[in-house]
């Protein structure tokens, strides 16, 4: 992990916490921005270290957030699925051994197709576990719909506008 | 034994997956129990200030919506605590008449302000709307300010109290010695007390509170320290020269009171001849 990409993810975690943590559109679509870091990691990246990230990650958004355990729970859930999702959608050739999942060497299209079902994944067992026992599966279905095409669609304005764009090879 | 170490071996990315997520369901559950968890939450000290921070920045945003709810819950406040420390004599009262609230409040803030002239007002950003009449008195947390002279539908304006025309009926707090307070033109921080006579022991430092009398402003209400007094001019009066507990020039939330009484008083006056001469 280089630098830059390790002080995007702090800045995204700072912004996670000061931020975003008070935003509910219309009390439903909430926004885990945080999650691009968790994205964004190399393709080539070993499956351990990045279930090991996403549990620290998780927990330290967990702390800000009051909800011990549940982000840990859901972003450990969500790096664990992301190689077989990305071994899914692998393109032809096979990815880089370098190549990044990000909209600026993969295309919206196929970023949309990559981020939202990871994140909807996401959104529903962060929803459920929040809403274990008060039966109400429906809300959380409805809630994790919103927030991950919310998620997703503020993750795409995010990159496009502060990712540069790789222009070597 | 070694084939079970393989095995185990390659499914070691799912075993770590559960083992975390087990991690966090103890977390979760123990984090709703009691006395789970105690350390990873915000009431941890780094945590805590962090999230104080935070607050700090956001509160400083609705920082003017906080203030008018501050003023407006004060100014209720007020007329309670005022309702309840309006204590009966050791003369059997009439209780109930004894406990009505002679004085309403109500909260504004000033949206303009003079101080450079001799005949000074400020604006209200209240009206009629709000319950805002004419004659009510004008103070705020540091003393008296003025008093109400016009009402518009949403704003009023107020005789400040650095206003030549205005004089406000107030006392010594030490001796209970009354006269009427009248600002001189000259200096905005600083108001002359008139109609004391010569006999009366002044004292420079004493503090002069209204007194209540001219059923504009209850009793109390500060009005200004004595910062010299001297044997004038007038062979009747001392030349009292206080300095005024209000600055003026940081004028901007204020409260406005209401003698519910004042009609009644009124009418007494005039139906025994006399002139309200506060």
């Known amino acids: 992990m280089s630098f830059k990409s390790l002080v995007t993810f702090i800045v995204l975690g700072l912004i996670q916490i000061l931020l975003l943590k008070n935003l509910a559109l219309f009390g439903i679509a909430f926004c885990f921005l945080y999650l691009i870091s968790i994205l964004n990691f190399p393709t080539a990246i070993p499956t351990i270290?990045?279930?090991?990230?996403?549990?620290?990650?998780?927990?330290?958004?967990?702390?800000?957030?009051?909800?011990?355990?549940?982000?840990?729970?859901?972003?450990?859930?969500?790096?664990?699925?992301?190689?077989?999702?990305?071994?899914?959608?692998?393109?032809?050739?096979?990815?880089?051994?370098?190549?990044?999942?990000?909209?600026?060497?993969?295309?919206?299209?196929?970023?949309?197709?990559?981020?939202?079902?990871?994140?909807?994944?996401?959104?529903?067992?962060?929803?459920?576990?929040?809403?274990?026992?008060?039966?109400?599966?429906l809300n959380a279905l409805n809630k994790s719909f919103f927030s991950s095409t919310f998620t997703v669609l503020l993750a795409i304005i995010v990159q496009l506008i502060f990712f540069k764009r790789r222009r070597d090879i | 034994m070694l084939r079970i170490f393989q095995f185990l071996y390659s499914l070691r990315v799912f075993l770590l997956f559960i083992s975390l997520e087990v991690i966090a369901i103890w977390l979760i559950v123990g984090n709703n129990s009691p006395q789970g968890a105690a350390f990873f939450n915000s009431s941890n000290a780094i945590i805590g200030s962090a999230l104080k921070t935070q607050s700090d920045v956001t509160d400083f945003f609705s920082l003017a919506e906080a203030n008018d709810a501050l003023v407006s819950e004060n100014a209720s406040l007020m007329q309670t605590l005022r309702r309840i420390r309006t204590v009966p004599d050791s003369i059997d009262f009439q209780l109930d008449s004894l406990l009505n609230a002679t004085y309403e409040f109500k909260s504004a803030r000033v949206i303009s302000n003079s101080l450079r002239f001799s005949q000074n007002h400020l604006t209200i950003n209240k009206g009629t709307v709000d319950g805002i009449k004419v004659g009510m008195g004008v103070f705020n947390h540091e003393g008296i300010v003025g008093r109400v002279k016009t009402v518009s539908k949403n704003y009023s304006v107020a005789i400040s109290l650095l206003n030549t025309g205005l004089l406000v009926s107030s006392k010594m707090k030490s001796n209970d010695v009354f006269g009427s307070v009248n600002w001189d033109g000259k200096n905005s921080k600083q108001a002359k007390m008139l109609y004391v006579p010569r006999h009366v022991n002044a004292k420079v430092g004493d503090t002069i509170i209204t007194s209540g009398f001219n059923a504009v402003f209850p009793e109390g209400i500060k009005v200004g320290i004595i910062s010299s007094v001297s044997q004038g001019k007038d062979p009747n009066y001392l030349d009292i020269l206080l300095d005024l507990s209000t600055d003026f020039s940081q004028v901007s939330y204020i409260y406005l009171v209401e003698n519910t009484q004042s009609e009644e008083l009124d009418s007494l006056y005039i139906k025994s001849e006399l002139t309200n001469e506060f």
């Open chain 1, 49 to 137: 270290p990045l279930l090991l990230i996403s549990f620290i990650l998780g927990l330290t958004i967990d702390v800000f957030y009051e909800t011990i355990g549940i982000h840990a729970l859901s972003a450990t859930f969500l790096a664990f699925l992301r190689p077989f999702w990305l071994k899914a959608l692998s393109p032809s050739g096979g990815y880089d051994d370098t190549s990044n999942p990000t909209i600026a060497e993969m295309g919206i299209g196929w970023y949309i197709s990559y981020a939202w079902p990871l994140v909807f994944c996401f959104c529903l067992l962060f929803f459920s576990a929040d809403q274990w026992g008060t039966g109400r599966f």
